[in-house]
């Protein structure tokens, strides 16, 4: 890992009429818009659904860490976050993120601890942790058929 503190660029160009474009200096264009809730074309990313998108990948590397470094033998992972957009005191914000996760898991010997790295990688989540809504987690495990 490079030395702290890490800078992250990105630039949005648009005008009047179209889809904003969001860049970054070593990756492709992305199409957003806003998502059809405000009116958009639903056929974009929205930013509601990129940060949603943001905290999931960030959970899923987290949990790839901490299982590579606690050497947890797994098969396979998806995470699906939900969030919940409401007004806060004339402001509108997310007032809850929940992480629902399933992890396949080689052996049933292994439960207790993927469990624990499961609810570690929800606690080391950079991007999770940057948010103000409420988190929850929602965990579910199998053993490999």
């Known amino acids: 890992m ?19 474009q969001v860049s970054a200096a070593h990756l492709p ?8 809730q405000f009116d ?4 974009r990313w929205s930013p509601e659904e990129l940060l949603l998108a943001a905290a999931a990948n960030c959970y899923v590397l987290s949990f790839r860490t901490v299982a590579g470094i606690a050497r947890l033998e797994w098969d396979a992972i998806q995470c699906t976050t939900e ?3 409401d007004k806060v005191d004339r402001n509108m ?17 292994a439960r207790a601890k993927a469990t624990t790295l499961l609810e570690k990688a929800e606690k ?14 929602e965990i579910q495990i199998a053993t490999r058929a």
């Open 124 to 137: 080391i989540c950079i991007v999770s942790n940057s948010l103000t809504a409420v988190k929850k987690l």
């Open 83 to 85: 969030g919940t957009l």
């Open 93 to 109: 914000q997310f007032t809850e993120i929940l992480t629902r996760v399933s992890l396949t898991i080689a052996d049933e010997s």
């Open 40 to 43: 958009g074309p639903g056929d």
């Open 29 to 36: 264009a992305m199409e957003i818009a806003a998502p059809t």
């Open 2 to 20: 490079d030395v702290l503190p890490h800078h992250y660029s990105v630039t949005v160009d648009a005008n009047p009429d179209n889809n904003l």
